[in-house]
């Protein structure tokens, strides 16, 4: 409040002083002081007394606009800013003016008054660098409003916005579960709790209800994120008992029973003593985002990150690129696809005071490519957060729009093209023993087959299971290596989907036995010819792998073909090929004396020749056990 009153006496003084009537001025005065003493109502019942006892109080009508301000009431400031204005001439208000027109979305008004200002000679040098920035803003804000994006936003109905505020939205990776931060305003004190939503085959969400579990207590529990299998929560507790700041990270695991346990702190390397809240996990599960600000929401935020490591989280540093500014980033989503970043920012240029960004990763580990998702999805009002479905196009956000004020409510909505994510196929899979069906813990790996990248390094849980979210346009590799069992590899081809989708996995591992074969599922020659390409290096250091796990193993690479061509030249072929992977394990330090090669041709399909699918299974590489 200080700060606003002395920008208004600064700009008082700079205003053509004229005669006011002495119950003018005493109720000018009356209405400072009652500013000092917090009783706005009163300040603005002395303000407008003053005005009917002098209407030309130009002092007062800007008083009266900074007070407008302050409370929030946009359109009386505008006109009073004007008022003052008219009244005074001084270029001192045109600034005011055209930032209030700015700040409240009238872009083209702002564009005006702006420019009036940096054209006047009373203009004050400090502030027109100042003026500049927020007219190019006015310009690139009003320029989005003549080019709308496509925007409809659906209202997810009473049954779901069944309180007062719901924010903060979460979204399974299956794309079914929908949580979300709660407040009932009725209740006294006013807590912040978390809240489910669930979809049905036929598109419809449940009633929301509490998350169970002893996840919700009776102080506020906010701004969660989900792991992407659902087995963790990620939240913000502020002024809690052995916390290290005003508002730190907590995690909750989900229990036998499937509910929540109790949060437990993250530790220092996440928090610190200053503001850490918003967290947001990697598909893969192994980075965590999250924003950090001085002490509240209210002072500088940036958006920072830690990797898990076997030795836990590391030291948080800032994401590097371009989204951090000198202003406040905040509520960071990462979509299922790893590389797609959604955020707010009031850094970046922007319709409001804060808007809904995109970015995406680069090459070099970056975030960089910040895209603003357009108007209307952002307006002057500000945005703060959303999340975006495994399809890459549904939005779950919260906004006050068409409602009554002072609530927020849940809201779903189709992506403009140019800022959607890349959809995702959600593979959840078991790994079994295939003669006893029990579960198996083992190694997985997911490697997109174009690029070399990891996508999923983990082990199957006590209960064999694992889930993983493939970006679609690309083939992947899946390796599984359990202590004693076969080598298995599988291959996953999405470069034609289009949409989300939901897989289950079955993963049958078969006990170490000498005569045992296995499809080699990710080995790829040029077209007729031998030599290997560069996606089977992922599949070829697995084996080396294998054999470096498992010593006593000697074992038979043997090619196969399908029955276009010769029979003699389809024999030499696999027989050559066979061969180049035995000299890539040679050259990786196998022994020799493990290792045999043998070429098949044709001669043992295992699927009919008669079609293009039979004949591409046929053309495959095995590996076969001869002696353990």
Not at 234 to 259: L, Q, V
Not at 466 to 479: C, G, K, R
């Amino acid at each position: 409040m200080r700060i606003l009153l002395s920008l208004s006496l600064l700009i008082l003084c700079q205003c053509t002083v004229q005669a006011q009537s002495r119950r003018a001025r005493n109720y000018f005065t009356d209405a400072q002081q009652s500013i000092r003493n917090r009783d706005y109502q009163e300040a603005m019942d002395d303000l407008e007394s003053a005005l009917r006892s002098s209407p030309e109080y130009a002092e007062a009508w800007l008083l009266k606009a900074d007070l407008h301000m302050m409370l929030r009431e946009g359109d009386k400031a505008i006109q009073s800013y004007k008022k003052a204005y008219a009244n005074s001439g001084n270029a001192a208000v045109l600034f005011r003016w055209g930032s209030a027109t700015l700040e409240y979305g009238q872009y083209a008004v702002a564009d005006s008054v702006l420019t009036a200002y940096i054209n006047s000679p009373q203009a004050n040098p400090r502030y027109v660098s100042q003026a500049n920035g927020l007219r190019d803003r006015a310009a690139w804000a009003a320029e989005r409003v003549r080019n709308p994006v496509e925007f409809d936003p659906q209202y997810m109905g009473e049954h779901v916005n069944k309180l007062h505020m719901q924010y903060f939205p979460a979204i399974t990776a299956d794309g079914n579960t929908l949580m979300f931060t709660a407040r009932n305003l009725n209740e006294m004190p006013s807590d912040e709790d978390f809240y489910f939503t669930q979809r049905d085959s036929l598109g419809n969400w449940s009633e929301a209800q509490p998350l169970p579990g002893r996840l919700n207590t009776r102080g506020n529990e906010g701004a969660m994120c989900l792991s992407a299998d659902g087995e963790y929560i990620f939240y913000t507790g502020c002024d809690r008992e052995g916390g290290f700041g005003s508002c730190d990270i907590y995690i909750s695991f989900r229990e036998e029973d499937g509910t929540y346990s109790e949060g437990r702190n993250l530790g220092e390397a996440i928090n610190t003593r200053y503001w850490e809240s918003q967290p947001a996990l990697s598909p893969d599960g192994k980075t965590l985002f999250f924003v950090r600000g001085s002490n509240s929401r209210g002072g500088t935020m940036d958006i920072y990150y830690s990797n898990f490591t076997e030795e836990g989280w590391t030291e948080a540093k800032k994401v590097e690129g371009e989204v951090n500014t000198p202003a406040k980033e905040e509520s960071p989503f990462i979509h299922f696809d790893g590389r797609t970043m959604y955020f707010a920012s009031e850094g970046h240029l922007g319709m409001g005071q804060s808007d809904l960004f995109m970015a995406t990763l680069q090459p070099d580990g970056t975030w960089g490519d910040v895209k603003n998702l357009g108007y209307p999805i952002n307006t002057y009002k500000g945005e703060i957060a959303l999340v975006v479905a495994p399809d890459g196009k549904t939005a779950f956000y919260s906004s006050d729009r068409g409602r009554m004020e002072d609530r927020q409510h849940l809201y779903m909505f189709e992506l403009p093209e140019e800022v959607r994510a890349t959809p995702v196929a959600w593979i959840s899979g078991v790994v079994v023993d295939d003669e006893t069906n029990r579960p198996v813990q083992a190694k997985l790996e997911f490697v997109d087959l174009s690029t070399g990248e990891v996508i999923l390094s983990d082990v199957s849980n006590r209960r064999g299971q694992f889930q993983v979210s493939l970006p679609s346009h690309s083939s992947y590799a899946l390796n599984v290596n359990g202590k004693g069992y076969m080598f298995y590899s599988e291959n996953f081809s999405l470069e034609d989907q289009t949409e989300a989708t939901a897989e289950s996995l079955l993963v049958q591992l078969r006990k170490l036995k000498v005569g045992d074969a296995a499809v080699l599922s990710n080995i790829f020659y040029e077209y007729d010819s031998y030599e290997l390409t560069d996606n089977s290096t992922t599949e070829l250091e697995k084996l080396v792998q294998f054999l470096n796990e498992n010593p006593s193993v000697k074992l038979s690479i043997d090619g196969h073909t399908d029955n276009i061509g010769g029979a003699a030249y389809n024999k030499e072929l696999s027989k050559q090929r066979a061969q180049s992977i035995v000299d890539y394990l040679i050259a990786n330090g196998i022994d020799e004396g493990r290792l045999e090669s043998r070429g098949y041709g044709d001669s043992r399909p295992i699927a009919d020749n008669s079609t293009e699918e039979g004949r591409a299974k046929n053309r495959r590489t095995e590996l076969t056990i001869l002696n353990l």
